[in-house]
């Protein structure tokens, strides 16, 4: 019996308590807040369309309540931004849904922003859960920027006159592409004067680089719309390799993500298939005058609206030497009529792209040939002797017989020399130097020979004469040289 009492007192509290749980409505989301608007606006005003539902998890309904939007500058809620107006709900019954679609308006600074929503922000409907009320949307950004200074487009006059007439419809200014024409600058050739058998250095040829007219890009004149394509880039330009190329030019690898944020219904956000170019700029002002576009193009296929598409493009480089900003111009034969016109032009202004400078053509060596000695004496100087030495003998010998016989000769022979040489030099060299000699040399005779009769005779008389040579030959050289 008081098993029973205790077990139908149980049910009773049980049965109190759920009854009064399910009493009280659970307001929280059904489908977390979405932007279907652009998240790019302006910071002079802009607009902000989204859309969330809200579902009451509880038979009991929920009665009158307020949300409540807000802009947030980081991914926490707190201390943020409310935007008008907020949306007033009438009730929701049990186990419903409410739709909500809103627009909001705001005036903000420049940055990045998320949007918070609040359901019953005010706490006039009393739930059982508190804590499911408020929700931020992180994965899509909310970027404010300060409207573009306002820059007067330069008039380019040619001949014959293109005149740009701009519309107050997408149409784009008439491109104005003048003629290329190749400029030549001629280094003169300096061509020495060679003597004979000098094989002169060759001389560089100077190579006519042609100066390159860039192509004026076309400024369109966009209308701001509220639905359609809207393409852009979320990441990029960048380049990837080397920055710097030859005076020849060269390739660049160039790679960004398009995406297309488009607005409305499936086929007003799709954007037709279309073109997008690189170009390259002398300055960081897109459009003035001074840009070329760079081949290939990319040829973008159709794009459903949320799409992206990850592009690597290999860009060919002209040989104009000169510091650039690459940008990528999306839709560039402007085929997409696009809500927002205005973000087609994206450029990197972090990497210059640099093209070097020719060498310069100067002559590497070009010697002017000189012989280095001429075959023909300056002076020819002439050998004179300062002193002309008379060669005459130390000892004039007299041939006296060593013994003295008394003889009476048959003949008395004269004693002459057989051979009685003249004592000339055995060298004279005639002097003769290659260059003016410093000091006149003295030619001297290297030997001076004594004349001595080869055979000096005895003469053995029968009888003993006295031997008196009849001649004394005194040797005295005949010539001096």
């Known amino acids: 019996m008081h098993r029973l009492f205790l077990r139908s007192l149980f049910v009773a509290l049980i049965g109190s308590w759920v009854s009064s749980v399910d009493a009280q409505p659970d307001l929280f989301f059904k489908s977390n807040p979405s932007i279907t608007s652009s998240r790019n606006v302006s910071s002079e005003g802009a607009t902000l369309d989204f859309d969330y539902t ?11 309540h307020i949300n409540r939007h807000y802009l947030s500058s980081d991914t926490q809620i707190g201390n943020d931004i409310e935007v008008f107006p907020f949306y007033s709900s009438s009730g929701i019954s ?10 909001v308006s705001f005036t903000v600074s420049a940055g990045t922003y998320y949007l918070v929503v609040l359901i019953d922000a005010d706490n006039g409907v009393s739930e059982i859960n508190e804590g ?14 300060d409207p573009p200074t306002a820059t007067p487009t330069a008039t380019h006059t040619s001949t014959p006159t293109a005149t740009n007439t701009p519309t107050a419809t997408r149409t784009s200014t008439p491109t104005w ?7 030549s600058t001629q280094t003169p050739t300096d061509t020495p004067t060679l003597l004979p058998g000098v094989t002169p250095s060759p001389t560089p040829t100077s190579t006519n680089t042609p100066t390159f007219t860039p192509t004026q890009t076309p400024t369109s004149t966009p209308t701001q ?8 880039l ?10 710097e190329l030859p005076y020849t030019g060269g390739t660049l690898s160039v790679n960004y993500v398009e995406y297309n944020d488009g607005l409305g219904n499936t086929s007003q956000k799709r954007a037709d298939a279309h073109t997008n170019t690189v170009y390259l700029s002398v300055d960081q002002t897109i459009g003035n005058g001074d840009d070329f576009a760079l081949t290939p193009t990319d040829s973008a296929p159709l794009m459903q609206g949320a799409d992206s598409r990850n592009v690597n493009l290999t860009v060919n480089v002209p040989g104009t030497p000169g ?27 972090s990497q210059v792209v640099v093209v070097q400078q020719p060498p310069t053509a100067t002559p590497t060596n070009t010697p002017t040939v000189t012989p280095t000695s001429t075959n023909t004496p300056t002076d020819t100087p002439t050998a004179t002797p300062t002193d002309t030495p008379t060669d005459t003998p130390t000892n004039t010998p007299t041939a006296t017989p060593t013994d003295t016989p008394t003889a009476t000769p048959t003949d008395t022979p004269t004693d002459t020399p057989t051979n009685t040489p003249t004592a000339t030099p055995t060298d004279t060299p005639t002097s003769t130097p290659t260059d003016t000699p410093t000091n006149t040399p003295t030619a001297t005779p290297t030997d001076t020979p004594t004349a001595t009769p080869t055979d000096t005779p005895t003469a053995t008389p029968t009888d003993t004469p006295t031997a008196t040579p009849t001649d004394t030959p005194t040797a005295t050289p005949t010539d001096t040289p």
């Open 225 to 232: 719309g509220t639905r359609g394509p809207d393409l852009t």
């Open 323 to 349: 510091s650039y900003y690459l940008y990528v111009f999306l839709d560039s034969g402007q085929v997409v009529t696009e809500w927002n016109e205005n973000n087609n032009h994206v450029m990197n202004t």
């Open 234 to 243: 979320t990441s990029g330009p960048s380049v990837t390799g080397s920055l």
């Open 177 to 183: 592409t003048p003629t290329s024409t190749p400029t």
């Open 54 to 64: 809200v579902r009451n998890g509880q038979n009991s309904p929920a009665g009158g």
């Open 132 to 145: 499911n009320n408020s929700y931020i949307l992180t994965s899509k950004s909310i970027t404010v920027t």
């Open 94 to 103: 049990g186990k419903t849904n409410e739709a909500i679609t809103t627009t």
